[in-house]
């Protein structure tokens, strides 16, 4: 017995000192899953593991991942059931739309800054760089924050929590609207030096991408503080302390923003960058812009994609219904009203010809014909009746119509429908459509063709698209730099950039002369440019015309003059071809064009006055009282 004993409790020792020695092993192991801070700040690889985050958030209202923001207003027509409500209600009641208050954001920036300052393990030149991009980033955030809530708390330090039960310490007001600006330019001016000169850096911050920002943000700041005492001077808190409006700045500092959007836009002139050229066609040559990552001179700052690892849906919720490569598509519908703002090359502005003098229908013998002698960007921008998409011919028809004026689309219209008619089978309505409150069909007559990714299997779930989404790019830096030249007094120098922007979409050179710069055709050219790139709504706020284009009246038929800026623009319009069916007549297999309001289109959008900043919300002020209520509050 004595003996079971004394091998029981060797083997009981034997275990508790292989325990111990486990034990010890696993307590001085390092992690292999997760990286400690005093490792992350050794190698400029582990510091952009947290910098990569940070640059993933990048924050903007509108981009490839969220198709339906761009139906919001007047662009597209929404061409999915679950958003229909986008244009029959108003959904500008909603002043917390496009809030922003993400200071989680802020923080995680502020701490990125302050412990890559201290990283002396890394050379200076990584350190200065990732310096900048973080604080280049901070800018951007603070840039989304100024334009859509006015001013807000600049904080610049990680703010930490003492624990003695008093907060107060952490709470501050409102910086002015201006002040906010202020800061995000002079950040740009002290950061642009700090970031790589480099064209073929398009996905990290750059100089180029500094300075077009500046451009941007100093272009916003003076049209704000010029057009708001004039178009919504009661746009403003009260007491009015500057939080909103610029209403503290003055004429030379107006001038000031101006001149500075204008320099910044200018340095990056006549360097590495420029307008992209490559393909003999024009309109294609626009819509490979924004897909062509080869040596693309024309992008400046992107969010890039890449198959198998991060990739977008904007082919594959938009591609035409007839040749998708799912049961799925054509979610954006392109309104009439922005396709007739294209002008024709003789530099007039003017509705497509569906009638004549006489009001008698105009017959085409394609479909394409109607939009002959246009600003190539048109085609370059929407997929229009009878163009090509992945080298095949878009199958958009509304009806046929016969000698007796009868429409036929079918008893059930269906894709591709078919019907007998006089013994003769044939197609009444197109594989894309157009189906009138049938999701995925063009229910205006037109798809988007910018974005659109040409290469096969982008329109597939299991595959979609690593196109890239273009935030800053040569193009608006140009008209930047053509609408602050405008406010500067300088119509000539305006021209000049205009006119490069405008032979590339097949003008004459020197189609603009000095005369022909006015603000309507400052904004005229950015809609035409700009068309589903995210300016719409920021650029209509600024100018302060938002509360006039989307003022609630009712349209009955799109607007006769598109190129004048403050033309009421509250509901989407559609232009349908038909083929006329009528054997022996000379227009016999010809099209002829209607103008149609989508029967789901029933609400004039309103943008109020208090739509020009959005809803601080109550948990923001609950937590700090500090913190002024915007005027819609």
């Known amino acids: ?65 969220n198709w339906w923001e761009y139906t919001n207003m007047t662009e597209a027509f929404p061409s999915a059931l679950g958003d229909y409500w986008r244009v029959q209600s108003n959904q500008f009641y909603d002043y917390g739309w496009w809030g922003e208050w993400d200071y989680r954001y802020v923080r995680e920036l502020n701490l990125f800054i302050q412990k890559c300052k201290k990283a002396d393990a890394l050379k200076d030149a990584d350190r200065n760089r990732f310096l900048g991009e973080a604080r280049f980033l901070r800018c951007a955030s603070y840039f989304e924050k100024v334009k859509r809530m006015g001013g807000v708390p600049i904080i610049t330090e990680p703010m930490e929590y003492n624990f003695s039960g008093d907060p107060t310490y952490l709470q501050h007001p409102r910086n002015k609207e201006s002040e906010v600006y202020d800061f995000i330019i002079a950040e740009l001016d002290t950061i642009k030096d700090m970031l790589p000169d480099n064209v073929e850096i398009k996905a990290r911050a750059t100089k180029a991408a500094a300075l077009a920002m500046q451009s941007r943000v100093a272009l916003y700041a003076g049209s704000i503080a010029r057009y708001n005492p004039i178009r919504t001077p009661n746009v403003k808190c009260t007491p009015d302390n500057g939080e909103v409006g610029m209403t503290d700045v003055n004429a030379a500092k107006i001038t000031a923003y101006y001149t500075k959007a204008l320099v910044a836009a200018q340095a990056i002139m006549g360097g590495q960058y420029s307008l992209y050229k490559k393909k003999p066609d024009l309109s294609d040559n626009f819509a490979s812009l924004f897909f062509d990552k080869s040596k693309n001179s024309e992008a400046i700052f992107v969010k890039d994609y890449k198959l198998k690892n991060l990739v977008n849906g904007w082919t594959l919720n938009n591609q035409p219904r007839s040749i998708a490569e799912e049961q799925q598509g054509g979610r954006i519908n392109p309104s009439l009203n922005l396709a007739q703002s294209f002008e024709k090359l003789d530099n007039t502005l003017a509705p497509f010809v569906t009638t004549d003098g006489s009001g008698n229908p105009v017959y085409y013998s394609n479909q394409i014909d109607i939009f002959a002698g246009r600003d190539a960007r048109l085609a370059g921008t929407i997929m229009l009746p009878g163009s090509k998409f992945k080298d095949k011919t878009l199958d958009i028809l509304a009806g046929v119509i016969t000698a007796d004026g009868k429409i036929h689309i079918s008893s059930n219209p269906t894709f591709g429908a078919r019907e007998q008619i006089n013994g003769v089978d044939m197609e009444v309505v197109g594989f894309d459509g157009p189906i009138d409150g049938t999701e995925f069909s063009a229910q205006t007559g037109f798809y988007v063709r910018k974005y659109q990714d040409p290469t096969t299997g982008s329109g597939q779930i299991g595959t979609q698209s690593e196109v890239w989404w273009i935030r800053y790019r040569y193009g608006e830096v140009l008209l930047n730099a053509a609408e602050a030249a405008f406010e500067l007094g300088q119509p000539g120098v305006a021209a000049g950039y205009l006119n490069q922007l405008r032979e590339r979409a097949g003008f004459p050179a020197n189609s603009l002369s000095v005369s022909d710069i006015t603000f309507d055709r400052i904004v005229h050219e950015r809609k035409v440019e700009l068309a589903f790139e995210g300016h719409e709504l920021w650029d209509l706020k600024r100018w302060r015309l938002a509360d006039r284009v989307l003022n609630g009246n009712v349209m009955t038929a799109v607007t006769t003059t598109p190129g004048k800026a403050d033309e009421v623009n509250t509901m989407v319009f559609g232009l349908l071809p038909y083929k006329i069916y009528n054997p022996g007549d000379v227009n016999n297999g010809k099209y002829i064009y209607k103008q149609v309001k989508p029967s789901r289109v029933q609400v004039a959008h309103t943008f109020r006055l208090g739509n020009y900043y959005s809803f601080i919300g109550t948990d923001v002020r609950n937590g700090n009282p500090k913190i002024t209520k915007n005027p819609n509050q």
């Open 1 to 65: 017995m004595r003996k079971h004993i004394i091998y029981i409790t060797l083997f009981l020792l034997s275990i508790s000192w292989g325990c111990k020695k486990q034990e010890d092993s696993y307590l001085n192991t390092s992690p292999t899953n997760i990286l400690l801070e005093n490792q992350v700040w050794t190698t400029p690889d582990l510091v952009m593991t947290i910098l990569g985050d940070l640059y993933s958030r990048f924050p903007e209202f509108q981009n490839l991942d």
